[in-house]
């Protein structure tokens, strides 16, 4: 079954790093996001992205964030300069037309 | 804007019946989808109501009444495995992000 694959499993890195979250979604999906979940508490929608650009974004997602769809297989989530605020699980996920979210297994970011 | 109601937690032994309610106030969506994540990993979809009525998946259904705003997650013969939060989440019409109940944490006891 086709699967959506996230890399690195685990980030680490200092305050004020750049970081690059990497995404392969679901070769037919249409509809790509990120979202987020802090250590013990809920999922929070980030951002979703469709036909090469932001479609809604939420407050979280601030000029500190960007994503790109550098090819036709790649969906990137870059935080620009990191803060401790900012560790968390970060999940990518796809979807097609009407159809359920496919969820990545996440990347583990932990900024120090 | 969407919301979506469920409740934090709860307890079954084993082998027993739990449902997981869901009140939603949203405008037009697809459907109702139903989510597991186990501590650590990733939400793994379960289930999707894009109809009124009854969903069965194995071990697992899915209720959606549109016109009561709810929906519900049947977990039948609960195994030790079952251990997990639950989420519900609305697809909405737009192409917009999918909303996620704050979840509900099932524990199964022997």
């Known amino acids: 079954e086709p699967e959506v694959t996230q890399t690195p499993s685990h980030q680490v890195t200092q305050m004020g790093q750049e970081v690059i979250l990497r995404c392969v979604p679901i070769?037919?999906?249409?509809?790509f996001y990120w979202y987020r979940q802090i250590l013990g508490q809920k999922v929070e929608f980030l951002v979703s992205?469709?036909?090469?650009?932001?479609?809604?974004k939420s407050e979280i997602f601030d000029d500190q964030f960007s994503v790109e769809r550098p090819d036709g297989s790649n969906f990137t989530l870059k935080i620009r300069s990191t803060k401790l605020e900012d560790s968390a699980m970060y999940f990518c996920?796809?979807?097609?037309?009407?159809?359920?979210?496919?969820f990545g297994n996440g990347t583990r970011l932990t900024v120090t | 804007g969407q919301s979506l109601e469920q409740p934090s937690e709860v307890t079954a032994v084993e082998g027993a019946i739990v449902q997981i309610n869901c009140t939603y106030q949203?405008?037009?969506?697809?459907?109702l989808s139903w989510y597991q994540q186990h501590d650590g990993g990733a939400p793994t979809f379960l289930s999707y109501?894009?109809?009124?009525g009854l969903e069965e998946t194995g071990r697992f259904s899915s209720f959606l009444s549109r016109s009561d705003s709810y929906g519900y997650l049947l977990l039948q013969e609960l195994q030790m495995k079952d251990s997990a939060s639950y989420f519900c989440?609305?697809?909405?019409?737009?192409?917009?992000?999918?909303?996620f109940g704050a979840g509900t944490q099932v524990v199964v006891t022997p």
């Open positions: 996920a796809s979807r097609g037309q009407g159809s359920p979210l496919h």
């Open positions: 070769s037919n999906h249409l509809y």
């Open positions: 992205f469709y036909n090469n650009e932001i479609s809604e």
């Open positions: 949203t405008s037009g969506f697809y459907g």
């Open positions: 109501n894009a109809l009124d």
């Open positions: 989440a609305v697809l909405p019409y737009s192409w917009g992000k999918l909303q």
